[in-house]
């Protein structure tokens, strides 16, 4: 990233896969019609691709058109990597942004609350030089939960439907695993229920921070402190799950509906205490990241 003078700021990814020649021509366009973005594209007439396989071009037009659906703004290159913002809307959407992946420009676009003024400057697309490329399934995926939490995102946090989805994994494993201990290896049903629950906390926790956290993911040392206030949080969470059943089932409710509650409590009990505790700090530190590279408390 590098900013020019203000009000302006230029994002360009760090490969070296952009042409920075193009930057004074970005800039003179967004001070001409006092615009709110320009973006540096490889799709518009004048633009390319450059050496990428016809497979990478297909896929990465793909993604593109569904951007554009998401975004409602006409960009012919929504996931490009290259582009300069005007700080005052910048500042407008910045908080409003999901944070999810790093299609920044994408999420600033779709988050916007209102219809910003774009122009694009075309350029050819330059071979890789430094880094390794970002595309593998789970990028996919995350790509995927940006664009559907800006369509569902006011409604219900996708994070919380990964994070049922996960839990839900974890449960048909436990199923699994019950079976194999009691039925199989005729062990005791208490000892293997703890067993069991250990496992798929464990379990539970790499997929989530795999996964649903992918983009605040712990690594090193923070994943063992992370296991442990996961596993401490889910504790709690069974506890929770007990106790709301119990009472559904006191209220006259049948044992399934009950369950379903008690479930209910313990994954939004679970939710939120791993979002505030175990990868909280993470989440702050990423923020803090982003608003400093990208220059929005401020700048030159």
């Known amino acids: 990233m590098m900013s020019t003078a203000a009000p302006y700021v230029a994002v360009i990814d760090g490969d070296q896969q952009h042409d920075e020649t193009i930057l004074p021509?970005?800039?003179?366009?967004?001070?001409?019609?006092?615009?709110?973005?320009?973006?540096?594209?490889?799709?518009?007439?004048?633009?390319?691709?450059?050496?990428?396989?016809?497979?990478?071009?297909?896929?990465?037009?793909?993604?593109?058109?569904?951007s554009r659906w998401i975004a409602k703004v006409s960009l012919s290159d929504p996931m490009s990597g290259y582009f300069l913002v005007d700080r005052t809307w910048l500042n407008e959407v910045i908080h409003l942004t999901s944070a999810v992946g790093f299609k920044v420009l994408l999420d600033l676009v779709a988050s916007s609350p209102r219809r910003p003024k774009i122009a694009e400057v075309p350029y050819t697309f330059r071979n890789r030089q430094h880094g390794e490329s970002k595309l593998d399934v789970l990028v996919g995926l995350e790509y995927f939960q940006l664009l559907v939490d800006k369509v569902i995102g006011h409604i219900i946090p996708v994070r919380f439907v990964l994070f049922s989805l996960v839990g839900l994994v974890g449960m048909f494993v436990a199923l699994g695993?019950?079976?194999?201990?009691?039925?199989?290896?005729?062990?005791?049903?208490?000892?293997?229920?703890?067993?069991?629950?250990?496992?798929?906390?464990?379990?539970n926790f790499y997929l989530n921070n795999a996964l649903t956290y992918r983009?605040?993911?712990?690594?090193?040392?923070?994943?063992?402190?992370?296991?442990?206030?996961?596993?401490?949080?889910?504790?709690?969470?069974?506890?929770?799950?007990?106790?709301?059943?119990?009472?559904?089932?006191a209220g006259g409710l049948p044992?399934?509906?009950?369950?379903?509650?008690?479930?209910?409590?313990?994954?939004?009990?679970?939710?939120?205490?791993?979002?505030?505790?175990?990868?909280?700090?993470?989440?702050?530190?990423?923020?803090?990241?982003?608003?400093?590279v990208i220059g929005a408390r401020g700048g030159t």
């Open 215 to 249: 983009s605040q993911r712990l690594r090193g040392w923070a994943v063992w402190i992370g296991l442990g206030s996961f596993m401490a949080a889910c504790s709690i969470g069974i506890w929770l799950n007990l106790q709301a059943r119990g009472s559904a089932e």
């Open 177 to 203: 695993l019950l079976y194999f201990c009691t039925q199989v290896m005729q062990l005791p049903l208490n000892y293997s229920h703890v067993w069991v629950t250990v496992v798929v906390m464990v379990l």
């Open 25 to 66: 021509k970005m800039l003179e366009e967004a001070r001409r019609g006092k615009l709110d973005l320009v973006v540096g594209t490889r799709n518009a007439q004048g633009g390319s691709m450059g050496e990428f396989s016809r497979g990478r071009v297909l896929l990465s037009r793909a993604g593109a058109r569904l």
């Open 255 to 292: 044992w399934y509906a009950a369950s379903g509650v008690g479930l209910l409590v313990g994954g939004c009990w679970n939710y939120f205490a791993a979002g505030v505790f175990t990868w909280k700090r993470q989440q702050v530190q990423l923020f803090k990241r982003t608003m400093r």
